[in-house]
């Protein structure tokens, strides 16, 4: 299974970014799926997930400005940033588990994607 994640950037405080993740190999659609992020020198943070029936679940920093949602027929999810400040710049991953076409469990990561927010 692979997760391909794109759409960071740098962007200006205030500013919006949408993050793709497409997901590959999978069996069925994900179970779950999520995004996380890691800033320089702190732990991986989670930032939203969502199920398979479309429960979200944020954390209070992304509540709010934030937005997960996914196509279950693309085997995407997607995170909708707005109103972003400093303090989210970090590496972006994206996060899937579920059933592999050979039936086994996985729990995979995407490659991470940087996303700056400066002026």
């Known amino acids: 299974v692979q997760l391909q994640a794109s759409g960071g950037g740098l962007v200006q405080p205030g500013g919006s970014l949408r993050l793709s993740c497409a997901v590959s190999?999978?069996?069925?659609?994900?179970?779950?799926m999520g995004w996380y992020r890691q800033a320089p020198g702190k732990q991986r943070e989670l930032v939203a997930t969502?199920?398979?029936?479309?429960?979200?679940n944020y954390p209070d920093s992304a509540k709010g400005r934030f937005t997960i949602s996914r196509d279950n027929a693309k085997n995407t999810v997607y995170l909708q940033m707005n109103s972003l400040n400093v303090e989210d710049t970090a590496v972006y991953y994206c996060n899937a588990n579920g059933l592999d076409k050979s039936r086994t469990y996985y729990n995979a990561w995407g490659q991470g994607t940087q996303v700056t927010v400066s002026s």
């Open positions: 969502i199920t398979s029936g479309g429960v979200t």
């Open positions: 190999g999978s069996l069925f659609s994900p179970n779950f």
